[in-house]
């Protein structure tokens, strides 16, 4: 499991050091059963995560399909409830159950991948961005949308427009208010701009820039575009399996990740330049993600990473602190530099194993 | 490219006739695929990319029909195909892979039975044994270990990578000329993805076929295609060799989009981005289409510029570049970035 300091406050290099979110040993697994009679199985989706977020910060969050990203986010927000361990916003237990805690989940929001399937097609954009403020029972003030309408963009014709007469963009924007608009302090983004296209996307990321510097708002951007994360984060966190495998300084991440599936990941997107696409050369890992159902024994990368040792498939690496605020769990973290590049000048021929 | 293009298209216009008025989908697309040639065709969603690799393939449905233009694969006139003929087509000279492999499987037929049919289909006398040894054959140059067992297994039984792998066999059953790739890695993950486009640069290669690689992600462009076309709300905005677009874009729309990619260089910074949205395809502006959103636009731009091959060799579609102008150097403050629209 992870040590229990992961994440302490470092300075993240912006000034931020006090955690406003703090999960510990966080663990939801999920029950499913296939086929009729066959036994049930255990999904570990988010299998001890012990992170805190920063006020004011950006945490990103990158990983593949099944990392646990999306569940992780769910936990976050209060959407579901984890096994065990704890989210705790300004110190208190958002899963507590008390009022206490339903005044924190309050300012925790979110924002989905799919704005059109996140908004009501029957309800016009006021009333959608209205629904937060009268789901606590207040009476509802038009003024308050329009100022949110405002705040991210939309001009106030809009409100009166069904979710299907506005743009990808001007939806996505709606919903940005409907997060906002009950005082969030910590806003959780799942995939919020994978679904649109590259020059709307480079419009919202703007957006939600210029939000945080207004509102103060913190941020968790889950993505699996690492181009997008590395613009916007502060910190980086990569998932694999249900786990933190590392957890960097958005800066250092860039100049030297220490996890070699970091690495891997990081050599596997395509950058637009075509010299530069030519040149290198990119480590293909072998394989698929294996399923969350049965999890590798020891080091959870083992069956896919280039340098797996004996001691991979038989101890778990914990997440330690291999440099000042950034966190890795691998036995062989930052010590690989040159065997990577040694794995580098290999042909391969990208097939599975 | 002095060899004769494999696939000619001129002013290829499809139109959709919806209840809310005519979309003018595709609106006078020409360009050539030269053999062995992988040929990009990027641009936004509702830009006409799809909607042209559909028309090739004549597979546009109700309300939507190709209006005008010629379709040549090796010289004949596809347009002019009965449906026997076009059937013969595709799957034949020309095959397809789409985003999503489960779609594109059918999920209650072992993917042997599959790969065999596509053997069958093009083979009247072929044998089913023939077929089998075949579908083996492909299986394993996509990868797949143990192909005779695992040709017994259903869609389900695989990853999405591994689907996709499956796709790309069934394409290559036939040993077509073309392939037509409509997104084929945007559904998987990054690290399947880079296994993807690894092992569709390998065949493409190994059998000389020619690619059309439909895409939004600029990336797997500047990786996989030697020409680009980019397409800005149904017509050919710039048309350059896959170095040439990245260091000297010709038209603004290329120039912007380039520049709005998110990258470690524009870290904790504003992204330049394009203001306005794409237009509405029922009623697109008058002259040049991108001049809404355009920095430079002038007042020439109310006039539509033709596609034009300019003196570096690049089409553009854009009066600024035909008169010489380079826009590799334009400062991109141009762009927005102080106050989202």
Redesign the interface.
Known sequence: MSISDAGAPVDTGDGTSRALLQLTDVVKYFTVRQGLLAATHTVHAVDGITLNIFEGETLGVVGESGCGKSTLARVVVGLLRPDSGSVELGGTDIHAGDSDAASARRKLQMVFQDPAGSLNPRLSVLDSVAEPLHARGMRRTDDRVFEALDLVGLKAEYAHRLPHQLSGGQQQRACIARALISEARVVVHDEAVSALDISLQAQVLNLLRDLQDRLGLTYVFISHDLATVQTISTRIAVMYLGKVVELSPARRFHERPLHPYSVALRSAVPVPHPAVERARARILLRGDVPSPLAPPSGCRFNTRCPLAQDICREAEPPLTEHAPGQWAACHFAGRFDRTLSAIREQPHDGTAS | MTSQPLLRVRDLETRFYADFGVVRAVDGVSFDVHPGETLGLVG??GSGKSVTAMSILRLVGSPGRIVAGSIELEGVDLLGLDAEEMRRVRGGQISTVFQNPMTALNPALRIGWQLDEAHLAHHRDGTKSAAREKAIEMLRSV???EAETRAESYPHEY????RQRIVIAMGMMNNPKLIIADEPTTAL???????V???LK?LIADHDMALILIT????????MCDRVAVMYAGQIVEEAP??KL?DDPRHPYTW???R?????E???E??????G??PDMTNPPEGCRFRPRCPFAEDVCEEPPPLVMLDDGTKSRCWIAQRGETFADRDDRLL??D???
Do not use: C, W, Y
């Not at chain 2, 990853?159 to 591994?162: D, F």
């Not at chain 2, 939004?216 to 990786?223: E, K, L, P, Q």
């Open positions: 936004e969603s990868g797949i270990a990853s999405g990578g591994m993950d990054v690290t399947i993805q880079a296994q486009i690894d092992l390998r939004h992600n600029m990336g797997v462009v500047a990786n896959v170095d990245f912007a989009l380039l709005s990619l998110p990258s470690i524009t870290r904790g504003r992204l330049p981005a394009i203001p949205f794409p927005h970035r106050k989202p629209a």
